[in-house]
C-alpha cells in the first residue's frame, strides 16, 4: 500500500472507532482543529500519564505546574514572539494556494537528499558485497554534484533565515525551481511575514479592552513562575518544572490531520542549570528523551535526530526527534538549550530579579534552561501510526480473512480488557458482568454480548484491547475463562481468580518507566 493511502486509512480508521473527529463536523468542519472521541481521549490520558509520570514521578528534582492559557501581554514581547514568531509564507497566483515559504525549501533538500540515497541503494545492490559506501559518496559524480548544489542551497537558506532576508527566500525558491505541490505552476508572489499568536480581548468594554494573546507554547507560564516554584519548593539547581496544556497557533498551512493544528497540546519541561553546564545537560535530555520514545516498543528505525541549521531565536542548540510518519521522518520533540535568554528577558520587562542564589558558588545569576517540548497530538498520531495494522489471517478451516489491528502499548491502550459471554443465555452474560464490575477497579473494561464472538474479537482488535475474554459454560463449572491475545490472536484458559494479576502485569506503564 503506497504510504498516502495508508495515511488515509489511519485518518478513517481514527474517526470510525471513536478516537478522533474533526471539529464541528456537522457545520462542515473547522480547519486544523479537531475533537478527540470516546477512545481518543483515553489514548491521550495515558500517553500524557507515560509523559508526567516520567518526567515528575521518577524526577525527585522536577515538579509540575498548571499555568494559565492567558498571560500578562508583556509575556509575549518579553519572549520575543510579538516581534519574531513568524512563519514566511508565500502565495502561488495561479492556484491561489498559500505555503510556508521554508517549508517548500526544507522539502526540496529533503528530496535532494532522498535522491543521493536512491543513488547510494542502487549502487548497493549492483555491487553487492563489495560496496564501500563512504567511497561511493565521495566518488560518485552525480552523488558529489547534488550534495554540493543542496549544500550551497542550504546555507543560503540559513543566512537568509538568520537575516530575516525574505527576497532571499523568494530567490531561492526560484532558483530551485520549486513549484506548487498542488499545481504545478511557479507564478510566486512576494514572501510576506505572518505572525502565528491569535489575540484576543481581555475585559469586557471594548474602550478599556486589553489585547492578550492565547498561549503558542506552554514554555512561557514555567518561565514566568519560575520563582514563586524555586522559592516555595526550595529548589536547588539543577531543577525541573514540568507542563502540559494546550497552546494555539494560527498555522498557514495546517495539513496533515493533527500533525499541524491550530489548538494542540504541548508537553514541555523547563530544566534550570548552571550557566557553563547547559551542554552536558542537552546531551543528557537529548538520550534521556530518545529512550522515553523507545521504551514505548516500536522499531527503532522509526526515530532518528534531526540537529538544527536554523537556530530560533532563543537557541543556542537544538534538535528534534523525528519519528518516521507515514509522509516521511517529521518532528515530534523539540530538545532546545534555550541559554538564559528567556529569564533575562522577563527580568529585563518586569524589572525585578530572576536569579538564583547558588550557596556552592556563593553567587547569583540567571540560570540557563534546557528545555524539552514535545507535542501530544503528534505523539498521538505517531502511536497510532506505528501500530495501525491490516493482516492476512488464516482461519481455523484453512481459509484467508483479513483484520485490521491497532498494536497499541497494552499499557496506553483505551480498554485493557473487554469480557464476552460466548452467548446471552444460561446465566453467563450475568457472571460476565460481575467480572467486569470486580475488575472494573483495576482497568479499563468493556463488556459485549452483541454479534458473533469473531466479529467482537475484531472490534476489539480495531480498538486495539489487547485482551479479550469469554465466559463459556465450562466457566460454570470450574471458575476459568478463555483469555485471547490481541497480536498473536492465541487463546490460553484460566483461572477467573488469575485475571487481575495476569493482565494486570501485562497492560502496566511500570514496566516502561522502569527501562528509562
Ligand atoms: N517551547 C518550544 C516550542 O514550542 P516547538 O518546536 O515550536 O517548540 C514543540 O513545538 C512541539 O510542539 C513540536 O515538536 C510539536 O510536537 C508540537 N507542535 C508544534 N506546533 C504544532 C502544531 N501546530 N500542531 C501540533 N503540534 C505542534
Redesign the pocket.
Known amino acids: 500500500m503506497n504510504q498516502e493511502d495508508l495515511f488515509k486509512k489511519l485518518t478513517a480508521h481514527c474517526k470510525e472507532y471513536g478516537y478522533v473527529f474533526q471539529s464541528s463536523e456537522i457545520y462542515d468542519g473547522l480547519s486544523?482543529v479537531y475533537d478527540y472521541g470516546q477512545y481518543g481521549a483515553e489514548l491521550k490520558n495515558n500517553i500524557r500519564k507515560y509523559w508526567w509520570d516520567a518526567m515528575v514521578l521518577l524526577h525527585d528534582e522536577i515538579v509540575g505546574i498548571d499555568s494559565a492559557i492567558f498571560m500578562h501581554p508583556t509575556v509575549w514581547k518579553a519572549s520575543g514572539h510579538v516581534d519574531a514568531f513568524n512563519d514566511p509564507l508565500i502565495d502561488n497566483k495561479d492556484s491561489k494556494k498559500r505555503y510556508r515559504a521554508d517549508v517548500l525549501i526544507e522539502e526540496y533538500i529533503e528530496k535532494q537528499q532522498e535522491k543521493i540515497n536512491k543513488e547510494v541503494a542502487k549502487a548497493a545492490r549492483r555491487f553487492g558485497d563489495k560496496f564501500d559506501e563512504e567511497m561511493f559518496r565521495q566518488t560518485n559524480k552525480r552523488v558529489i554534484d547534488i550534495a554540493e548544489k543542496t549544500g550551497i542551497i542550504k546555507k543560503r537558506f540559513v543566512d537568509a533565515s538568520e537575516n530575516g532576508n525574505l527576497e532571499e527566500i523568494r530567490q531561492i525558491i526560484i532558483d530551485c525551481d520549486i513549484a506548487d505541490p498542488v499545481s504545478g505552476s511557479r507564478n510566486w508572489t512576494d514572501v510576506r511575514q505572518f505572525n502565528l499568536m491569535f489575540d484576543t480581548k481581555l475585559g469586557s468594554v471594548s474602550e478599556d479592552a486589553s489585547k492578550i494573546y492565547l498561549r503558542?507554547?506552554?514554555?512561557q507560564g514555567i518561565f514566568i513562575n519560575y520563582m514563586n516554584v524555586q522559592k516555595s519548593g526550595r529548589m536547588k539547581l539543577p531543577f525541573g518544572i514540568a507542563q502540559v496544556g494546550k497552546?494555539f497557533?494560527n498555522?498557514i498551512v495546517?495539513r496533515q490531520f493533527?500533525?499541524?493544528?491550530?489548538e494542540?497540546?504541548?508537553m514541555?519541561m523547563q530544566y534550570f542549570v548552571r550557566p557553563g553546564e547547559e551542554g552536558e545537560w542537552y546531551e543528557h535530555w537529548k538520550e534521556k528523551r530518545m529512550r522515553w520514545h523507545k521504551a514505548l516498543g516500536f522499531e527503532e528505525s522509526k526515530y532518528r535526530y534531526h540537529d538544527h541549521d536554523k537556530l530560533?531565536h532563543y537557541a543556542k542548540a537544538a534538535t528534534?526527534i523525528e519519528f518516521l510518519f507515514p509522509f516521511g521522518f517529521k518532528?515530534?520533540?523539540?530538545i532546545?538549550s534555550r541559554t538564559d535568554y528567556d529569564l533575562s528577558q522577563h527580568q529585563k520587562y518586569c524589572g525585578r530579579k530572576l536569579q538564583y542564589f547558588d550557596t556552592e558558588l556563593n553567587k547569583s545569576y540567571v540560570p540557563y534552561i534546557v528545555?524539552t517540548?514535545?507535542?501530544?497530538?503528534?505523539?498521538f498520531l505517531a502511536i497510532i501510526a506505528a501500530s495501525w495494522e491490516e493482516e492476512k489471517i488464516r482461519k481455523e478451516n484453512g481459509s484467508e480473512d483479513e483484520r485490521v489491528v491497532l498494536r497499541l502499548p497494552p499499557s496506553l491502550a483505551p480498554v485493557k480488557l473487554a469480557i464476552f459471554p460466548l452467548v446471552k443465555k444460561d446465566g453467563l452474560p450475568e457472571i460476565s458482568a460481575k467480572i467486569r464490575d470486580d475488575l472494573r477497579f483495576d482497568f479499563s473494561c468493556q463488556y459485549e454480548e452483541k454479534d458473533s464472538i469473531g466479529r467482537r474479537y475484531r472490534r476489539q482488535d480495531a480498538i486495539g484491547t489487547p485482551f479479550c475474554i469469554t465466559v463459556d459454560h465450562q466457566t460454570k463449572d470450574d471458575d476459568t475463562v478463555t483469555i485471547r491475545h490481541r497480536d498473536t490472536m492465541e487463546q490460553e484458559r484460566v483461572p477467573v481468580k488469575a485475571l487481575r494479576e495476569i493482565i494486570g502485569e501485562k497492560v502496566s506503564m511500570k514496566k516502561m518507566l522502569q527501562s528509562l
Open positions: 486544523a503558542p507554547e506552554t514554555a497552546a497557533r498555522e495546517a493533527i500533525f499541524r493544528m491550530r494542540f497540546e504541548q514541555e530560533a528534534d518532528e515530534v520533540e523539540g532546545h528545555e517540548s514535545i507535542g501530544l497530538d503528534r505523539m
